[in-house]
């Protein structure tokens, strides 16, 4: 994977290097131990693989126009729709959407990610503190952590909800991205449109259900603004403390539309276990920003090389010209 430099925005703490090792080293070993180690270490039920069409507004404010954003311009993308590490669609938990761009000029591996939950503010403030939790966590005793991070355990319960549908939920990738030498924090705003009507989930795939009602049998489209939240200073908008609350309006840069399709293809969901995704598949512009992004780097590579050696699959990037295995795009229903 390409090496990067830090940032002039970050401010990199003595010892983290060593932290991170250890972050990785406890994912790969709770994989191994207490998990399907051929599936991703963190939210590996897939809900949907979708196709989308990333589309860059005209009107993107001038102090954000880098990268991918430099232009009006349109990608193709891949949107994996995932749960975490509980089986039920009905249990309380997070819910993931991330976002793969492809054929992305300037970037390394051609594509861009954005990874996003349903969750506004991370939990853990840096990898030091990733570690704390994690080792807790391991020893099966969490409540260990949070009897001294108050404030983390208030953050993490907005991650136990049960929901009726994806497509309804707003996303925040929750840590900074370069935006060129500036920064910001990203989000997926759902128009109302993307309403499925449905009660929360009360059945074990109640949410990939309602992703077939939605796409599949009335044959709707979703659709989303992606917006930004800029960064101003260290003070009002800190890079290094993941858990803090930026107060900037978000700004929109881009539209995510997703046409109705049959996902349920037969080799859809075998092509989507072995994508990866990770927010360090960037344009140079873009490279993530903060010590837990610092962190994603290794323990994202680490548990998709394992993860692509027990399941004998290549480690590559995909481009759009393999849309085509995908499941056909449907007619729209009629309003
Ligand atoms: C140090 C902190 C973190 C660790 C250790 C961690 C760990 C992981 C791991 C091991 C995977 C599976 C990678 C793969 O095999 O493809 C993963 C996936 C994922 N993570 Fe994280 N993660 C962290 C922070 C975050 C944050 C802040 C977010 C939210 C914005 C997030 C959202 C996700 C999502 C949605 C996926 C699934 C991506 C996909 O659909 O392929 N993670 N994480």
Redesign the pocket.
């Known amino acids: 994977m390409t090496e990067f430099k830090p940032h002039p925005l970050e401010i990199v703490p003595a010892g983290e290097a060593a932290d991170i090792e250890r ?1 990785t080293e406890m ?1 790969i070993a709770i994989m191994k131990q207490h998990q399907d180690p051929s599936k ?4 590996p039920k897939q809900q949907a693989l979708l196709r989308g069409v990333f589309e860059v507004s005209e009107n993107v404010p001038e102090t954000m126009r880098v990268g991918i954003f430099s232009k009006p311009q349109k990608f193709d993308a891949l949107v ?1 729709m ?1 749960t975490g590490l509980l089986p039920k669609d009905s249990d309380p938990q997070a819910h ?3 976002i793969k761009l492809l054929d992305v000029p300037g970037s390394p591996t051609g594509t861009q990610d954005f ?3 349903d969750g506004s503010t ?1 939990f ?1 403030r840096d ?1 030091a503190d ?1 570690v704390s939790f994690f080792t807790a966590t391991s020893n099966g005793c969490p409540a260990e952590f949070f009897a001294s991070h108050r404030r983390e355990f208030g953050l993490s319960s907005a991650f136990n909800v049960v929901v009726a549908s994806h497509l309804d939920r707003q996303y ?4 900074p991205i370069a935006m060129g030498e500036g920064a910001g924090r990203l989000t997926l705003i759902p128009d109302v449109s993307n309403t499925s009507g449905r009660m929360a989930a009360s059945t074990p795939d109640g949410l990939k259900d309602a992703l077939v009602d939605f796409f599949v049998t009335q044959r709707r489209e979703a659709t989303y603004t992606f917006g930004v939240q800029p960064y101003i200073d260290e003070r009002n908008t800190p890079i290094e403390d ?1 858990t803090s609350v930026w107060g900037t309006p978000f700004e929109a840069l881009a539209t995510l539309t997703i046409e109705p399709q049959d996902f349920t293809a037969p080799g859809q969901y075998e092509f989507c276990e072995n ?4 927010p360090w598949h960037c344009h140079p512009d873009h490279q993530p920003l903060g010590g ?1 992004q610092r ?2 780097k290794r ?2 590579e680490e ?2 090389k394992l ?1 692509h050696s027990l399941n004998k699959a290549e480690d590559r990037e995909p481009t759009s010209d393999e849309l085509a295995c995908l499941g056909p795009v449907l007619d729209k229903a009629a309003a």
């Open positions: 972050v994912q991703r270490g963190q939210h994996r995932s993931g959407c991330a990874i996003m939950l991370f853990i990898v990733y925040w990738a929750e840590l993941a994508l990866s995704y990770t837990i962190c994603r323990v994202y548990s998709q993860r």
